[in-house]
């Protein structure tokens, strides 16, 4: 598949909305992570609902809900995304932006090694390798934090299994959305209801300006996935493989020059590492990819 120019343009812009995600989040304070969670659930399925409806998708949203075997995975992948906005969320407001790159970074080599242990895939020695390295770097950099890099680790680790989940459910992306964050909605609602008779709900009690950014979150969740979407039809999965870096390298920056978090020696070190790491993957998949190719259209040929 050869990629068009609009592919490219698409998938550049959802990247880039993806990483420039940590500026957004901090604005919506004193709201809490866990607040701000519920609203980008509830408001994301809002939202959701609105697209379904304009793009006349009741019907196969309908089916899915009929779908026992779909439900189940499902309701485990609304659970793994919703760790994954969860910690995404916590990351960027204390202080953690750099960390929270670092999930994406290595997200490629989790779902590796989820290949591994859950499809029983098995790896190339350049794959092996990139893993290897990759582990040795979470290492580095949990001697340097002081502590493994939860942050990280959580959205690396949620993110993967969520793409392994929706890739056997092989739906749209905003059939699946709405029904995500329709089974999420209950919990969410509840929290905040729970927040309001506790008297610590921020939504409508910190001015107009705070209660449209909650709002909001619905709408910058589900922008980036309209044009992901739209990517995705156009552009081979080796492009897809090389833009998915463009997030984490804007969050990377961010934390690194906006949100001036610390880069000592020894974290350099490790995001070397897995920065090295990801190139030797990255050129691996391309040169399986091409020799896949290649043999296709020899046999096509022949």
Known sequence: MRDSRG?????????????FFPLYWPLLEPAGALEVLAHRIVWSLLFVVVLITATRRWARFRDIARNRRLMVALTFASITIA????????GVTNGHVIETS????INPLVTVLLGVFVLRETLRPAQWFAVGVGAVAVVVLAVDYGRPPWVALLVAGSFATYGFLKKKADLGAFEGLGMETLILTPVALAYLVVLQVQGSLVFGHDGWGNALLL??????TSIPLLLFGAAATRLSLTTIGLLQYLGPVLQFVLGLLVFDEAMGTARWVGFLLVWTALVVFTFDAIRSRRKVLRIAAEGAAA
């Open 83 to 90: 760790l994954n906005w969860g910690g995404f969320i916590y």
């Open 102 to 105: 670092l999930g994406y970074f």
């Open 215 to 220: 709002v909001g979150t619905g709408v910058v």
């Open 7 to 19: 592919g490219l343009a698409f998938g550049a812009a959802a990247y880039v909305c993806w990483g």
